[in-house]
T-cell receptor, first 108, second 114 residues
Framework: RKEVEQDPGPFNVPEGATVAFNCTYSNSASQSFFWYRQDCRKEPKLLMSVYSSGNEDGRFTAQLNRASQYISLLIRDSKLSDSATYLCVVNDEDKIIFGKGTRLHILP | GAGVSQSPRYKVAKRGQDVALRCDPISGHVSLFWYQQALGQGPEFLTYFQNEAQLDKSGLPSDRFFAERPEGSVSTLKIQRTQQEDSAVYLC????????????FGQGTRLTVV
């Protein structure tokens, strides 16, 4: 089983809609969780950390479910500029492990 | 500069040639990570340093890959006798310490082996 699994998509979503995707992780001892965004041919950039209680940053909400070992990202009122690949990131001791990413296309 | 800097941005190597990729992390960041990213895939972990100590090199695909960070700052990833399957983007990231702080990435080095 892969350490971090994501639905690769693509998710094709009309502008203004709400979209959510999940990521599952295999190591129950993981303590750090992040979402990164990666644009085509660019480096990954930190979108937000994911805290146990869930957290929100503008239109973005991240949640952690330790019992089921998944994290989620919700994007409200999606913009064309949200089109990107979203990478789920989990620590494995001192390593940072990435999922393969979920591609999101926001349609005008 | 304020961010992670990698050089060169692009490298074309003939099969069998040795290459060296450089990473200059954010000042004060203790931890440094190297990743390999193939087209359409997520970054794959290669190796991790805490200061000058290489604490994990389990992701290095073969003994042709070697990384160092002798003074706990700049790091070099060396690939000997490059093969076509080594073609990828090599990403470097640094964090304050370990995997409990977010990591910040450089722009990567795109290696093409011909």
């Amino acid at each position: 089983r892969k350490e971090v699994e994501q639905d690769p998509g693509p998710f094709n979503v009309p502008e203004g809609a709400t979209v959510a995707f999940n990521c599952t992780y295999s190591n129950s001892a993981s303590q750090s969780f992040f979402w990164y965004r990666q644009d085509c041919r660019k480096e990954p950039k930190l979108l937000m950390s994911v805290y146990s209680s869930g957290n929100e940053d503008g239109r973005f909400t991240a949640q952690l479910n330790r019992a089921s070992q998944y994290i989620s990202l919700l994007i409200r009122d999606s913009k064309l500029s949200d089109s990107a690949t979203y990478l789920c990131v989990v620590n494995d001791e001192d390593k940072i492990i990435f999922g393969k990413g979920t591609r999101l296309h926001i349609l005008p | 500069g304020a961010g992670v800097s990698q050089s060169p941005r692009y490298k074309v190597a003939k099969r069998g040639q040795d290459v060296a990729l450089r990473c200059d992390p954010i000042s004060g960041h203790v931890s440094l990570f190297w990743y390999q990213q193939a087209l359409g895939q997520g970054p794959e972990f290669l190796t991790y340093f805490q200061n000058e100590a290489q604490l994990d090199k389990s992701g290095l695909p073969s003994d042709r890959f070697f990384a160092e960070r002798p003074e706990g700052s700049v790091s070099t990833l060396k690939i000997q006798r490059t093969q076509q399957e080594d073609s990828a983007v090599y990403l470097c990231a640094s964090s304050l310490e370990g995997a409990y702080f977010a990591a910040f990435f450089g722009q990567g080095t795109r290696l093409t082996v011909v």
